[in-house]
């Protein structure tokens, strides 16, 4: 089959040499190992590092078979912040534009968010009459409602009207709704008011099973003993930063 797999913000397997790859890059890998033809489209915008990999329209041969295309981006420098909206509308327009010159595929997979991206998908699905699965990592908009200070919330929520609108439409007709957990494609299917199928279906996160080598090993035990931590130490990590700034 061709696949087109649709994020703009995930680490890539061209980024580093040693990269940690997320949802969309273990199932372009799997993919790919199965046989199938893989163009991952994305933006010239490194998200976590905020800098541009290139500064232009770019198409990468990671394998044979197996593709990354990269659409301009404006960039940004802080995640919170109206240029961050504006870069997702410059990617989702340049990925409209560079589907008119790609030949049609067989499915697409769009990840939400970013809520732009995943709209594209969704009308470039419907134009060309191609299945689409919106795999869902994170609640938007919901989650900048609870960013919100609770005298600002009804602001937010004002603000907040267009995007979503866009989502219910990117749920009401995305072919299929998949996430990390039962509880939000539940969430999905009830913003997009259509019953659920026996397609709609949860996948939770996973990693890659490849054992650390000896020298990363080495590398992670000097990093944490030149700050005073040491194998015996009791440790608790808690995870306060909301999704929003993190994604």
Do not use: C
């Given at each position: 089959?061709?696949?087109?797999?649709?994020?703009?913000w995930?680490t890539?397997p061209?980024?580093a040499?040693?990269?940690?790859?997320?949802?969309?890059?273990l199932?372009a890998?799997?993919?790919?190992?199965?046989?199938?033809?893989?163009?991952?489209f994305?933006?010239?915008?490194?998200?976590?590092?905020k800098?541009?990999?290139?500064?232009?329209?770019t198409?990468?041969?990671?394998?044979?078979?197996?593709?990354?295309?990269?659409?301009?981006?404006?960039g940004?420098?802080?995640?919170l912040?109206?240029?961050?909206?504006?870069?997702?509308?410059?990617?989702?327009?340049?990925?409209e534009?560079?589907?008119?010159h790609?030949?049609?595929?067989?499915?697409?997979v769009a990840?939400?968010?970013?809520?732009?991206a995943?709209?594209?998908a969704?009308?470039?699905?419907?134009?060309?009459?191609?299945?689409?699965?919106?795999?869902i990592?994170d609640?938007?908009?919901?989650?900048f409602?609870?960013?919100?200070?609770?005298s600002?919330r009804?602001?937010?929520?004002?603000?907040?009207v267009?995007?979503n609108?866009?989502?219910?439409?990117v749920?009401?007709?995305?072919?299929?709704?998949?996430?990390?957990?039962?509880a939000?494609?539940?969430?999905?299917i009830?913003?997009?008011?259509r019953e659920?199928t026996?397609y709609?279906?949860?996948?939770?996160?996973?990693?890659?099973?490849?054992p650390p080598?000896?020298?990363?090993?080495?590398?992670?035990?000097?990093?944490w003993?030149?700050?005073?931590?040491?194998?015996?130490?009791?440790?608790v990590?808690?995870?306060?930063?909301p999704?929003?700034w993190?994604?």
């Amino acid at each position: 089959m061709q696949v087109w797999l649709v994020n703009t913000w995930e680490t890539l397997p061209i980024d580093a040499q040693s990269v940690r790859l997320r949802r969309t890059g273990l199932l372009a890998k799997a993919l790919h190992d199965k046989g199938h033809e893989v163009t991952w489209f994305t933006s010239t915008f490194n998200h976590q590092r905020k800098k541009m990999r290139f500064q232009s329209k770019t198409i990468v041969e990671v394998e044979e078979g197996y593709r990354i295309v990269a659409v301009p981006a404006l960039g940004y420098s802080r995640n919170l912040s109206l240029r961050r909206v504006v870069d997702h509308s410059h990617v989702a327009k340049n990925l409209e534009e560079s589907w008119n010159h790609e030949p049609k595929p067989h499915v697409v997979v769009a990840s939400y968010p970013t809520i732009d991206a995943a709209y594209a998908a969704m009308k470039f699905g419907a134009k060309s009459n191609v299945p689409v699965i919106v795999d869902i990592v994170d609640q938007w908009p919901d989650t900048f409602l609870d960013l919100a200070p609770s005298s600002l919330r009804w602001l937010m929520q004002l603000a907040l009207v267009p995007l979503n609108r866009k989502a219910n439409e990117v749920f009401r007709n995305a072919t299929v709704l998949t996430a990390h957990g039962p509880a939000v494609v539940d969430w999905a299917i009830k913003r997009s008011g259509r019953e659920k199928t026996a397609y709609d279906q949860y996948f939770a996160m996973s990693y890659p099973n490849i054992p650390p080598s000896h020298s990363e090993l080495a590398n992670a035990e000097r990093f944490w003993h030149d700050r005073g931590i040491r194998e015996t130490d009791f440790l608790v990590a808690f995870e306060v930063a909301p999704v929003w700034w993190t994604v």
